[in-house]
């Protein structure tokens, strides 16, 4: 993949309920900066001002069941912009649940980061791996969430990708090197 992995920080959310996409959504959403104005009165009546801090912009978007979201999936890879990570409800009637999806998407894209939410226990942590084998691109997320776990898998699952995407640039480029290098010699040899 040629995609510049500083500026992926692009999440799916695929889930049956409009409410939560719209949850996730104010959690993610970068919080506008204060008037210039109010931000000078608080420190004029307050005295210090509390630092901003800097959260990254996510780039989100919805699918409302399994199919959609391995459909996005696709386009994203076709487009050569993928998502970085994915939070994947477990219910959703009546199509694919969260974890036939997240299988099909591994299929698929299987550097993609995912995190399962769930308020049931419709799968055991043993039927799970079972389904999707041991990985380290898997969290589960028990509802109800508070919004900075939210937040925080964000940050850290989308930064995981964007270190492991740029590992795995560097990789393909010491490879290639190697291998020229590896000919140049061999047809030195030759001569």
Not at 114 to 143: F, H, N, P, Q
Not at 153 to 164: H, Q, V, Y
């Amino acid at each position: 993949m040629n995609i510049n992995p500083q500026k992926n920080r692009r999440i799916l959310l695929i889930d049956d309920n409009q409410a939560i996409h719209e949850d996730f959504r104010k959690i993610l959403k970068k919080p506008k900066a204060p008037a210039n104005g109010l931000a000078e009165a608080e420190a004029a009546l307050f005295g210090e001002t509390t630092p901003e801090i800097g959260l990254p912009e996510f780039q989100i978007d919805s699918a409302f069941q399994g199919k959609e979201g391995l459909d996005l999936i696709e386009k994203s890879l076709l487009e050569n912009h993928p998502y970085a990570m994915a939070f994947v409800d477990v219910r959703m009637p009546p199509g694919w649940d969260g974890v036939e999806t997240t299988a099909k998407i591994w299929e698929k894209y299987p550097d993609l980061q995912v995190v399962i939410c769930t308020a049931y226990s419709d799968y055991s942590w043993e039927e799970m791996l079972k389904k999707l084998g041991y990985s380290d691109r898997l969290i589960i997320l028990k509802k109800p969430f508070d919004n900075i776990e939210v937040l925080q898998l964000a940050i850290s699952m989308t930064e995981k990708w964007r270190l492991i995407s740029r590992r795995n640039c560097v990789w393909t480029i010491w490879k290639k090197w190697f291998m020229n290098e590896l000919w140049n010699w061999r047809t030195q040899i030759r001569n």
